[in-house]
Every structure is written in C-alpha cells, then in structure tokens.
C-alpha cells in the first residue's frame, strides 16, 4: 500500500497556524510515502484583483506573503523523510502572480515574464514536483487530484458528472463525498472535497457564518490495483485522530 496524506488550502498568511501545526504532527507521525499539497498554499490577497476588507490586508506585500509560505514549507519539510515524494499542486490563488504580471505587462516592458511559484517558493530547490493547473489532475492509480474547479452547493456531484473520474480536492474549504454510476467497473466514482488550513476569520466573509472545516486526507492506494481507500481527517480545535492516535499542535 501506498501512503498519501494530501493537504489543502493553507493561504499563507492567511493560514490558522494551530490547523497547520496538527497537520505537520500527521506527516511527521504517519511517515507517507507521498505529501500532496493540493493549491492554494498562498494567499497572494496583496495581487489580487478583488478589494482590499481591512487596513491589515492593503498593507500587505507579495513579498511578505511569500515569506510566510515558505517559513511554513520548511517547517513541513522537516516533518519529512528523504524519500517522502512531495507533490505541489497550483490553485487559482497561486494563478494570481502570472495574472498580475499579464495585467502590468505593458508597464514592465517587453520581454518582462515575472518570477514563477517554483522560483518563489523554491520548489525546484525542495525537491518538489510543481503541477499546474492545466496538467491536472495528478494521478496515483485510480485517484486523480486537482486543486477544484467548482463552488456551488453541491460541488462534489459536479466534480464527479463533470471530472469523469475519482477526485481527491480543495479549493471549497469544506467536507463533502459524493459517488456517481461508473459503467466500466462495479465501483462508483468518488469525489471528496477535504477541507482547507486557512483562517476561518477571512475579511471578505465580514462576520458571516461559514462551513469550513480544518483537515487533511489520509489515502491508502493499492500499488498494483491502483484501488484506493480515502479517509479525511477533521482537525477540530487543533486535534485530530489517526487509528486512535491523537495528534495535537501542542
């Protein structure tokens, strides 16, 4: 079997560092042989197109944002062994850096392609294979993952009428399972949204309620079936349970 703990949106800064914690503990204690960070690892608010909520938030960089997302990926990479595969998926707040270099391209001049997430995040340097968007879903056996394409109520039938395949996802912040017909096999397709890491306390929610939930995912894969067993592990109040064992941020 093929270990794979899959981690979903972090939005650094915007990160809940006590989420994030608990799910480091995971690897560290789960030792997989695969680390898939499924998008949206960093915020990039300070480039993006949408309006700025609060003062904290306009007075943000780039730069500073991508500090934080790599504090927080080296503090992954020391929950790692030399042999874990670590795989970096692109989300659409990723998309956001080459956005805003297209946008302002006439103003940095011909010729001017910007810096890519791989460079800024060093993910070459880490070891890490980096999927873009349009290359996704990366699969492993019958499991594809995506950063996520939909956000309406019931996106995991969408991902699955739409997707043609099973999907592990993120991008919703939410829990949600949803398995459709699938002709060529007596098992159905599965779709699973896992939650995300970020701050539930995001400026442009202004105070309303939401349903998010902290976790990761926990996927066995059968090597040579390409079977799968998916299991999503809520982090509530920074705890979260593996096979009766607890692990905390603390």
């Given at each position: 079997m093929r270990k794979i703990i899959a981690i979903p949106d972090i939005q650094a800064p915007k990160h809940d560092p006590t989420a994030v914690s608990t799910a480091i503990k995971i690897i560290k204690g789960e030792k997989p042989d695969e680390v898939i960070h499924i998008g949206d690892f960093i915020a990039f608010d300070s480039i993006s197109r949408f309006k700025k909520r609060d003062w904290k938030e306009?007075?943000?960089?780039?730069?500073?944002?991508?500090?934080?997302?790599?504090?927080?990926?080296?503090?992954?990479?020391?929950?790692?062994?030399?042999?874990?595969?670590?795989?970096?998926l692109e989300g659409n707040h990723e998309r956001r850096l080459e956005a805003f270099m297209i946008q302002h391209a006439q103003a940095l001049g011909e010729g001017f392609r910007g810096l890519s997430i791989q460079e800024q995040l060093h993910l070459d340097e880490r070891g890490y294979e980096y999927i873009p968007t349009n290359k996704q879903p990366y699969v492993v056996g019958e499991l594809g993952f995506i950063h996520g394409w939909y956000v309406n109520l019931y996106h995991a039938a969408k991902h699955v009428r739409q997707g043609g395949r099973n999907l592990i996802y993120g991008h919703t912040h939410d829990h949600q399972v949803y398995t459709g017909a699938h002709l060529d096999h007596q098992e159905p397709r599965i779709c699973m949204s896992i939650g995300c890491l970020c701050d539930f306390r995001q400026a442009y929610l202004e105070s309303r309620p939401s349903n998010w939930i902290h976790g990761v995912a926990l996927i066995y894969i059968d090597e040579a079936t390409g079977f799968f067993w998916p299991n999503f592990v809520p982090i509530i109040n920074g705890v979260a349970v593996v096979n009766g064992k607890q692990y905390h941020s603390a």
């Open positions: 306009a007075r943000q960089t780039a730069a500073e944002e991508i500090e934080a997302a790599n504090q927080i990926l080296d503090q992954f990479d020391k929950a790692i062994n030399g042999k874990t595969k670590v795989v970096f």
